[in-house]
Nanobody, 115 residues
């Protein structure tokens, strides 16, 4: 399985971006797809995750601003990011897991929130 992320870029504070991640290969058994982010000097952190059944989880700092969605038919996951703040600046990574351990990581996509 390969994951290809896209959609990052430069946005002003308060703006929006939509990240997408498409899985290729034998992805039909993937249960959890998620977005993580990593800022310089910080550890990679979970942003949001979604199960095949549609259950979602968000880190507190993005709840109510970010929304994760999934298209099982296309093996894709999206992250709609609204009301972006400078502290959201990071490289965002998508991941895929069959169970509780992450099996695959995608390439990173840089999100920069700055005026």
């Amino acid at each position: 399985v390969q994951l290809q992320a896209s959609g990052g870029g430069l946005v002003q504070p308060g703006g929006s971006l939509r990240l997408s991640c498409a899985a290729s290969g034998s992805a039909v058994d993937i249960n959890v797809m998620a977005w993580y982010r990593q800022s310089p000097g910080k550890q990679r952190e979970l942003v949001a995750e979604i199960t095949r059944g549609g259950s979602t989880k968000y880190t507190d700092s993005v709840r109510g601003r970010f929304f994760i969605s999934r298209d099982n038919a296309k093996n894709a996951v999206h992250l709609q990011m609204n009301s972006l703040k400078p502290e959201d600046t990071a490289v965002y990574y998508c991941s895929a897991a069959y169970g509780s351990n992450i099996n695959y990581w995608g390439n990173g996509t840089l999100v920069t929130v700055s005026s």
